[in-house]
Every structure is written in C-alpha cells, then in structure tokens.
C-alpha cells in the first residue's frame, strides 16, 4: 500500500546538537517529497521541497534533508538546533499521478533539552 | 501579499449541527485543498477545488462538502457533525492543478460536544 512511514514519534535533543528526522515511502514511482514543521497549535509551515535535480535541498531555518531513492527515503537533518526548532514535523508526498493531495506522515515531536 | 487566512480560528459544536468553515487563498493562488487533522496525527486529505471545482476528494462521506468562489475563496461544510469530527480542519492553497507547493493557513479547531 502507498504510504509515507516517520519511524520517531518523538525524539529529544539537547540545544545545540545536531538532528536527524526519519521519512520513508511506499510509491512505486518518486513521489514530490515535503516537510512542514507545525508548532503547537498553529498550520503548517514549509521547511523544504524535493521535486528533482540535486538529491541534497536546502530549506529554511538552516534545515536540509537528502533524497536517497535506493532507500525510498527522506530524512530532514539540521546540524545544530535551537530551543526554537521545538515543534512536530511532518513528512508529505505528492503522488505523481492521481490526485494532487499531500500524503502525509504520522509526524514526530521533537523536544529539546537546554 | 497575503497568507492563506482561516475563520473561525476555534469552534464548539454539538451533535449532529451543521458547520461552515472558510479559507481564503493565498494572493495569486487559484486552488484551495481541506485536510482533516485529529489530535496526535497527520492531516488527511478531504477534498481539493481548482477553479471553483471539486478536483479530487478523500476517503471523506458525503456530509463533508465544500465550496470554491470566484474570488478562489472556500468554505468547508460539514453536515450531521458527530463527535469524532473533532480535529484541526486545515486550509492550504496553491497555484495550479500540478504538484505545486501548498502553503497552509492556521487552522479552524472544531470541538464537537
């Protein structure tokens, strides 16, 4: 079945260290690949997109994640986060055929320690 | 340019009533999509409009409709509400029918009673 897996449903840094959150999919062609950060309750922000070209994109807030097709993964990484970068992120596709919806992940919590 | 505003930003309802929720686009933006978040998960999709169309809907029963305007404005309907219709209802608008990024706005949380 298609779907799009986040592994983490929480995970704890301390301030200052680096990070890495897990995306996989299930598609049998690349979807469009997303991540949006969401603070407690408010919408959803997007932090970065992949649709092709480099497998290495850069986002904002100092965020990157790399596409690694052999892996069917996704992962967004930020080398050193900040109390600020407490929030859910959200792993979403756009399947390339069919209906223009974001698939999204079941999200993961990220806390940070000071 | 304007961001994708939503109204009412909380809302309670009872039972069965019925509830319009609005969204309107970004500056420039000419497709409107509905995604439905309950607490601890991820949005899922209702429904998408392009030019005043339904473009494609979401495993969403029939009480849930909605409305594009010619403005691109929407409205989100949802008829004989039930208590698990509790959730963050999400407006996100884009530009186009493709895979063009969607920007959310911040959200409509309904509490049904």
């Known amino acids: 079945a298609q779907s799009v897996t986040q592994p983490d449903i929480h995970i704890t840094v301390s301030e200052g260290a680096s990070l890495e959150l897990r995306c996989n999919y299930s598609y049998g062609a690349t979807p469009y690949l997303f991540w949006y950060v969401q603070s407690p309750g408010q919408g959803l922000q997007l932090l970065l997109k992949y649709f092709s070209g480099d497998t290495l994109v850069q986002g904002i807030k100092g965020f990157e994640a790399e596409f690694k097709r052999s892996q069917s993964s996704f992962n967004l990484r930020k080398p050193s986060v900040h109390w600020s970068d407490a929030a859910e992120y959200f792993c979403?596709?756009?399947?390339?055929?069919?209906?223009?919806?974001?698939?999204f992940g079941q999200g993961t919590r990220l806390t940070i320690n000071p | 340019e304007t961001g994708v505003t939503q109204s009412p930003t909380h809302l309670i309802k009872t039972r069965g009533q019925q509830v319009t929720l609005r969204c309107s686009s970004q500056s420039g933006h000419n497709t409107v999509s509905w995604y439905q978040q309950a607490l601890g998960q991820g949005p899922q999709f209702i429904f998408q409009y392009y030019r005043e169309e339904e473009n494609g809907r979401g495993n969403f029963p029939p009480r849930f409709s909605g409305l594009q305007f010619p403005n691109y404005s929407s409205e989100l309907n949802v008829n004989a509400l039930e208590l698990d219709d509790s959730a963050l209802y999400l407006c996100a608008s884009s530009q186009g029918q493709t895979q063009e990024t969607q920007y959310f706005g911040p959200g409509t949380r309904l509490l049904v009673l």
């Open positions: 979403a596709v756009v399947p390339r055929q069919g209906a223009q919806k974001l698939v």
